[in-house]
Every structure is written in structure tokens, then in C-alpha cells.
């Protein structure tokens, strides 16, 4: 029954809201680092067999395996049955054709090139062999009847040996800035600025603290001998040991900075990749230009063992569990297609799957099918940051590649290179290294004064390939924020790693939950969608007056069967709604309960598409930064907007919504023990709904000095910049209907004269280009896709304003002086001393105190 719900609701509520307390600042990204794969095959089990110019990329099917996703350890999101038009293997691909250069390079005479422009260039600088390697080779060939060594030659000049020691000497004229291998054995160097925590040559843990603990690495005892059968297919069960290994590989391993400054050397890298080109003299009065490569057409891990737990990896040939595959390579100006070698670690409780991942390189690998090089990645970002969808951006990038190559894709390819560049671009994203508190405003901190509803209604998930699931009896309306957001980017990262894994078609609606800069969320986070009724419909009758009578205990639902005929009469009259006399006891109690149900849901937002999800509410601060977002799957009502402050660190000051008398009537109901606190018995208006509307004046929302109380405790109510437990949920006046709404007036914004200025700064916002990149109309088909945008245009957006307030204040430093975050997060100029002034300081307080000991 409602009065059941209601019962239910105040418990979660309230226990969810009177716990307004601290979050720890805890990282929302990607744990994330960079493991890394590499070239040319050194001689080995089975090296790939060269395949003539040109060869095509041509997909073999595939037979299909067992829905093996369907034991995922993912809380309630669950697996796509086997489509009879989509590739489901979940294991690498090993019976494509496999080959090594798709362009054969004339020699070209290098002679007069100094060595350090040979290395630069990725070239082995000849020198005549020793003693010793030619006692090698003479005791390999008169072995070769045993033992077949395989030689692989890089071309002299066009292609580019992707060797560590090499990748990132970007020219430097000096060894300043970088780092080598402690291990003795390897070779391999970084520079500082992109230090790895494992050296992914030889897997040496370069990290400072060597004895850092990883709860889930994989331990091989030294004795074992229950190694991988290399021979035999994996059984279902190995390749979910190896599903979950790889990820935490790529995980453990891939780091990616987020800031393009960060990479310059490696743009650098990657442009002059694509500008190398040879050219030769005239040819019949024509000067002939051969455009050649420096990119390699062969890629593949460097590593000799597992980065997880050290056991021997296992690299095969055509037809087996890690053999080389057909891999497209995408730049800005090159499409082509290369291979791409797979190594498997032989422990049989890891079997980790090694490819080629450094990033270094200047490329990033879509599950061996992709190397796109990251400039290409950066490019999509900007233009998401402008608003543009992402699969418009990353059509957009492979058309202007196919102009710059006069290369042109078949449909299948073009919709093959689509998907995997934009499964690898929210991989990328998920890699990608950040603090989701860099978003917060500077001058607002965690604790904005005024926070602004906003709505976008077509900012949409199509339902056409994904079913929500509602859990039939949920006890409770709390989720888990990381888990979520962590499942969510283990999805695409799982996309990358195995393209052709089950994607996600059943979701568990009541998992989905909101996101809010860490330090700007509560201690316990909700999503009420499961108890929304559809079918509540406006009634006729005043809810104000229905919340009063719950308020002062006259109403109490769990015990309307008791209530005669007559009190359930005067308590309809009360609220406005009409009955008659020839009403019965049950329809009286269906009046008042409709009435309720509807106070309960509050006003409705109609969809954009019963075929789409609800749509996307946030609020910002007064400066458009972005304080929270939740992503709707039914229809936006008024609950929506108590989960999302309820699920809030601190509830704001005053909130402005345009639905606002629903809102807070909905708190009221929802959660009283939390608003009485609040607003009392005012339903969060200025004043009491039930006399006239008043002006008024709130002294706490001006401007104060700047200054932090830290006295006050992290799950009290008072605001710890009002110093008030007031709160109000107001509207601008011009979005309200005061006909249907007797209280509407009773929110408007202009009755406090404090909150006056903010009328204008509202109505700015919504005119804003912010505000408009941030309503652009968009559907996704893809569920996880979907919420890691809006989460990425949370953080883009908002940190674009952060960054510029940030700048504002570093112009007006002086010298000693850096710009710092205090402890409610907003921006702030520190003073520097030097030794010298704390010494002076010391001896002027020291000369202080004698003289009043003098005295």
C-alpha cells in the first residue's frame, strides 16, 4: 500500500540524507598505467610469413563459443545471447592469415647518416660481426637440421623499429630527463615525465616502493609445473582465467596521462612518422615521389615473461592460442594493414594475454585489430568537447584519413574500423589517468550557496538493443557509486581487449548510479527509479495541504482504514479534493491515497520516446560547473531530484528547479525526519505556504569573507558556509502556473533579496555555449557508452571553467605566491616563505620576547 511505501521511503531516505558526511577524496578514474608491446620478431617459436603488397584484410568466420560472459562477476548486468550476425569468440582470433609487411621498401643507401640519426630513425647501426656471433652462427648452421632459426631483417630505412630503447629517443640532445632499467640485463629507457611503474621490457618493478602490495597479482611458486598445453584449444574455464588476467594487465599496466602536454614528444614522434617520405630524382623530366613509411608493419609485446606473475609467455604461429594477426593501422595520413604478434603466459591460473601497448609509440591497440595512433584519439576528444557525437567524430576522422591515403574502405571495413575506433576511443578514455575533483569550482568549492536544476531530455539511450531489468523487492534504494562506474569501464576496456566479447543487453536499472565529483558526494548515494508508479496521473487537490495534515500527525496512512466516513471527508475537504455523498469508505481512501501517491512521484517530465531512456538532470553551481548529474531511465519526476540531493555531500542552500513546489513536497514525504530539519513545516519556501507569500531576507546567502569552520561536523545539517541548517527550493518565476499550484509563489526567487542577482546569472546560463554543448540532442545504442559521455562532459565542461578561473588567478599572483585549494576546495593564493624570511620571522619573535620580558 502507499502508506507501506512511505513507510519504506522515510526509512532510506532519511537515513541517506541525515548522513550528509565526508566522501574520501578518493579517485574516481581508471587505476591505469602503461604495459607495452613490441616489434620486430626476435628469432622464436613461429615468426609470420611476409604475404604479397596489398593484401587485404579478410575476416574468416568464426565458429561461435558458449555465452561465456554470463558468468562475468558483474553485479546484475548481464550478457547478449549469441547474435547469428556477430562474431561472439571470446578468445583471439587464430586462424586468419597472418603476415608481416604489406609494402616491400627498395633499399635505399643510408651511408653519410650520422648513428645518432640512424637510431633516431629506428635503424640498426651495422656493424661487422663479432668473433663470438660469428662462432654463433656457425654452430647454428651446423644445427639447422634440429633446430630452425627463423631471421627476420627490418628494412634499412622506411620501416621503424619499434624497439623501447629507441621509441622514446625523440632527439634529445642530452641524456637529461631520463631513466634506464635498473635491471642490468635490460636496455630499456623512459624518460622521466612517463616513468612506468614495470619496466615493460623485461617486467623489472621500477616503482619506488618495492614492497608495494597487489592484492590480486598472480604468484607462480617456482616448483610448478602445471604450465599451459599449447597444443589443445582453451577449455571455457581457462579463457575466463585469461578474460580476467588480461584486464588486470591492462589495467595494472596502461597509463595514459590525460594532458596533451604530456605527450608533445610523442606527437612530435608521430608526426614525423607520417611525414617520412622518399623521394626520387627525376625520372623522365618527372620527379617520381614513392611515399614510404616509417611505421613498422610488425608489432608485438617485448616482454619474455608475464608482467603478472613471471611465468614464461608462449608466442605460436599460424593456428594456435597466440599466433600473429592481420591488425589495421590507422593515422591521420596512413591506412594500412600490419600484423600484430599475441603472447600468452603459460601459468594455467593466469594465461595473461600480452600484445602491444605502448603508448609511447605513439599508438594505441584495439584488441590486435586496431593501432590507431593517439592524435588521432585526442582529436575525437576535442570534438566531443565541443558537443559533436562521438560516432559523428570518429566518422569524420576515418573519412579525412581515407582522403589523405586515396584509400577507400569497403562498407564492412568502414563499419569494422568504425566500431573499433570508437570501442578503443572510450577504452582510451577509461585508461586514461584523472582526478574527477579537478572539476570542482573554485570559488564555489564543495559547498555552492546556489545550485541550478538543469535538464536534458534528449540526451538518450535507444532501448531497441538493451532491456532494463527492475529487481521485483530491493530493500534498499542505495548504490554503489564505484562499483558501477568501475563495471562500467571494465565493459569497454573488455571491448578492446576481446572486440568480439558479448556485449551488454540486459541491465539492472537499480544499479545505475549518479555521478558527482568524489568530495562532492554523500555517504551514501541512491536511485529511488524502482520505486517510481508510471501510472500516477496529476489529481485534482492541493498537496501543500495533504503534507501539512502528514506533518502535524492529524493524517496518518498506516491507519486510514480506521478513519470513519466523516473524517475522511473533512480530511478531502482539507485537501481540496472533491467527493461525493453517495462515496464509499474505499473511495474516499482511494482520493486521499491518489492524492498522495502523487505528491509522492511529484510532476512529470514527458519523454523525448517511450523507445529511449529519460533523459539526463544535473545541477551547477552559478558558474556551470557541473555539482552532480543522474541519468534517468524512466521519466523524470520529482524524485529524481531528491535522490540526487539527498545524495549530495551538502545539501545546497537553496536549489532552483523549475518543478520546485514538487520537489519539495516530495522531500517532505520522502524524507521528513531529514526536511523537517530544514524547512521545518515551510515545505522549502521562504515563509509559511499556508499565510500569504512574503518578502524576505536571507543574511547567510551573501557573500561572506573568505574563511573555513572546521567546527563543524561532517553530519550535521548546518551548511558549513551559511553556518545554517536553512534550505529553500525556489524557481525563477517564470516556468511556474500558480493555478495549479497554490504555493507556487510562495518559491519564487524574487521574494529574497539576497538571491535577487541570481535571476539574471540564471537566465545567462541557459543562453551559454556551455549550456548549449551540454543540451546538444544525442542517442547512444550503447548503454556503457552512453554514461561514460555524460560522465566525460560532466568533467570536460566543468573543468574548462576551472581551469580559466585558475588562470584568472595565477595572472594576479605575485612572486612567492601559488595558487591552492583550501579545505572546502576553493581556489586561494598562498604566500611561499623562504628559509631566510623564517628566519628572520624567528629572530624578530625571539627579540619580541625579551623585550616584554624587559618590560
Not at 640532445?173 to 631520463?178: E, K, Q, V
Not at 607520417?274 to 608489432?299: A, K
Request: one cysteine or more; hydrophobic letters at 35%; glycine letters at 4%.
Amino acid at each position: 500500500t502507499p502508506a507501506a511505501k512511505r513507510g519504506q521511503q522515510s526509512v532510506y531516505t532519511e537515513s541517506a540524507a541525515v548522513s550528509e558526511s565526508t566522501s574520501k577524496s578518493a579517485l574516481e578514474s581508471s587505476e591505469a598505467v602503461s604495459q607495452l608491446l613490441n616489434v620486430v620478431p626476435v628469432g622464436g617459436i613461429d615468426a609470420p610469413a611476409p604475404t604479397q603488397k596489398g593484401q587485404e584484410v579478410k575476416s574468416k568466420p568464426r565458429p561461435k563459443p558458449s555465452l561465456l560472459a554470463a558468468a562475468r562477476p558483474m553485479r546484475a548486468i548481464l550478457p547478449a545471447p549469441a547474435n547469428v550476425g556477430r562474431e561472439t569468440s571470446t578468445e583471439q582470433p587464430n586462424n586468419r592469415q597472418a603476415f608481416a609487411n604489406t609494402d616491400k621498401h627498395s633499399p635505399v643507401r643510408t651511408s653519410g647518416l650520422k648513428p645518432s640519426t640512424l637510431k633516431q630513425l629506428g635503424q640498426s647501426i651495422l656493424q661487422p660481426p663479432s668473433a663470438e656471433e660469428r662462432k654463433l652462427h656457425s654452430a647454428l648452421t651446423s644445427r639447422a637440421s634440429q633446430v630452425k632459426v627463423v631471421e627476420v631483417k627490418p628494412d634499412i630505412f622506411p620501416s621503424y623499429k619499434y624497439s623501447c630503447t629507441v621509441t622514446l629517443d625523440l632527439g634529445l640532445a642530452t641524456s637529461r630527463g631520463r631513466g634506464k632499467c635498473k635491471n642490468p640485463s635490460c636496455s630499456y629507457v623512459y624518460t622521466n615525465r612517463h616513468k612506468p611503474r614495470i619496466c615493460p621490457s623485461c617486467g623489472y618493478n621500477l616503482a619506488k616502493d618495492r614492497a608495494e602490495k597487489t592484492a590480486k597479482s598472480l604468484e607462480v611458486s617456482p616448483g610448478q609445473s602445471d604450465v599451459l598445453n599449447t597444443s589443445e584449444p582453451l577449455t571455457p574455464s581457462q579463457k575466463e582465467i585469461q578474460r580476467q588476467s588480461t584486464l588486470q594487465l591492462l589495467r595494472k599496466v596502461m597509463q595514459i596521462p590525460e594532458n596533451e602536454s604530456e605527450l608533445a614528444e610523442v606527437f612530435a614522434l608521430i608526426h614525423e612518422l607520417n611525414s617520412s617520405r622518399l623521394i626520387l630524382s627525376n625520372v623522365s623530366e618527372e620527379t617520381v615521389t614513392i611515399e614510404q613509411t616509417s611505421w613498422s608493419n610488425y608489432y608485438e609485446s617485448p616482454s619474455a615473461q608475464c608482467l603478472l606473475c613471471n611465468s614464461p609467455l608462449f608466442k605460436g604461429g599460424q593456428n594456435s592460442l597466440a599466433g600473429p594477426q592481420e591488425c589495421w593501422l590507422l593515422t591521420a595520413n596512413r591506412l594500412q594493414v600490419v600484423t600484430a604478434q599475441v603472447k600468452v603466459c603459460l601459468n594455467l591460473q593466469c594465461l595473461a594475454l600480452h600484445s602491444f601497448t605502448d603508448i609511447y609509440t605513439g599508438l594505441f591497440n584495439v584488441g590486435n585489430k586496431l593501432l590507431v595512433s593517439l592524435d588521432l584519439l585526442f582529436a575525437i576528444r576535442n570534438h566531443i568537447k565541443l558537443g559533436e557525437d562521438p560516432r559523428v567524430a570518429v566518422g569524420n576522422i576515418l573519412d579525412s584519413v581515407q582522403e589523405q591515403t586515396e584509400k577507400s574502405l569497403s562498407p564492412d571495413e568502414q563499419v569494422q574500423l568504425q566500431e573499433l575506433l570508437c570501442n578503443g576511443y572510450w577504452a582510451f578514455e577509461c585508461l586514461t589517468v584523472r582526478d574527477y575533483n579537478d572539476m570542482i569550482c573554485g570559488i564555489c568549492g564543495i559547498t555552492p550557496k546556489v545550485e541550478i536544476a538543469q535538464r536534458n531530455v534528449e540526451n538518450v539511450l535507444a532501448l531497441k538493443n538493451i532491456e532494463f531489468t527492475w529487481p521485483e523487492f530491493l530493500p534498499s534504494s542505495e548504490v554503489n557509486v564505484e562499483d558501477f562506474w568501475s563495471t562500467m569501464e571494465t565493459e569497454v576496456i573488455e571491448q578492446v581487449a576481446f572486440p568480439s566479447s558479448i556485449p551488454i543487453t540486459k541491465f539492472d536499472a537499480s544499479i545505475v548510479a549518479p555521478f558527482f565529483p568524489p568530495l562532492m558526494r554523500g555517504a551514501m548515494v541512491i536511485n529511488t527509479e524502482k520505486d517510481k508508479n508510471l501510472d500516477a496521473q496529476p489529481v485534482t487537490g492541493n498537496g501543500s495541504a495533504l503534507v501539512r495534515l502528514l506533518q502535524e500527525e492529524i493524517v496518518r496512512l498506516e491507519l486510514i482504514s480506521s478513519y470513519s466516513e466523516e473524517e475522511l471527508q473533512s480530511f478531502l475537504t482539507q485537501c481540496g479534493i472533491p467527493w461525493e455523498a453517495s462515496d464509499t469508505k474505499d473511495q474516499l481512501c482511494y482520493s486521499l491515497l491518489a492524492l498522495y501517491e502523487f505528491v509522492q512521484n511529484g510532476t512529470s517530465i514527458t519523454q523525448a520516446s517511450a523507445h529511449h531512456t529519460g533523459g539526463k538532470i544535473y545541477k551547477v553551481c552559478p558558474h556551470q560547473v557541473v555539482c552532480g548529474s543522474k541519468y534517468i531511465v524512466r521519466g523524470e519526476n520529482a524524485r529524481d531530484h531528491v535522490d540526487l540531493l539527498v545524495s549530495s555531500r551538502h545539501w545546497p542552500p537553496v536549489y532552483v528547479v523549475d518543478t520546485a513546489s514538487s520537489v519539495a513536497l516530495c522531500a517532505d514525504v520522502c524524507c521528513p525526519g531529514l526536511t523537517s530539519q530544514m524547512w521545518g513545516k515551510n515545505q522549502g519556501c521562504f515563509s509559511d505556504p499556508m499565510d500569504p507569500p512574503t518578502y524576505v531576507s536571507c543574511p547567510e546567502l551573501l557573500d561572506q569573507h573568505y574563511s573555513v569552520d572546521m567546527t563543524v561536523a561532517e553530519h550535521s545539517v548546518q551548511h558549513p558556509v551559511t553556518k545554517s541548517s536553512a534550505r529553500r527550493i525556489v524557481h525563477t518565476g517564470s516556468e511556474q502556473n500558480s493555478h495549479r499550484d497554490p504555493t507556487a509563489r510562495h518559491h519564487c526567487i524574487s521574494l529574497c533579496r539576497e538571491l535577487e542577482p541570481y535571476g539574471a546569472i540564471i537566465a545567462a546560463i541557459n543562453d551559454s555555449k556551455t549550456s548549449n554543448i551540454r543540451q546538444r540532442p544525442i542517442t547512444f545504442e550503447n548503454a556503457t557508452h552512453y554514461y561514460l559521455y555524460n560522465r566525460l562532459m560532466d568533467f570536460l565542461t566543468s573543468r574548462e571553467i576551472v581551469n580559466r578561473q585558475i588562470q584568472e588567478i595565477v595572472q594576479s599572483c605575485q612572486p612567492g605566491e601559488v595558487v591552492i585549494r583550501d579545505a572546502l576546495y576553493r581556489l586561494g593564493v598562498a604566500q611561499i616563505k623562504t628559509e631566510t624570511e623564517e628566519d628572520e620571522e624567528g629572530k624578530e619573535s625571539l627579540v619580541e620576547e625579551e623585550e616584554s620580558k624587559q618590560l
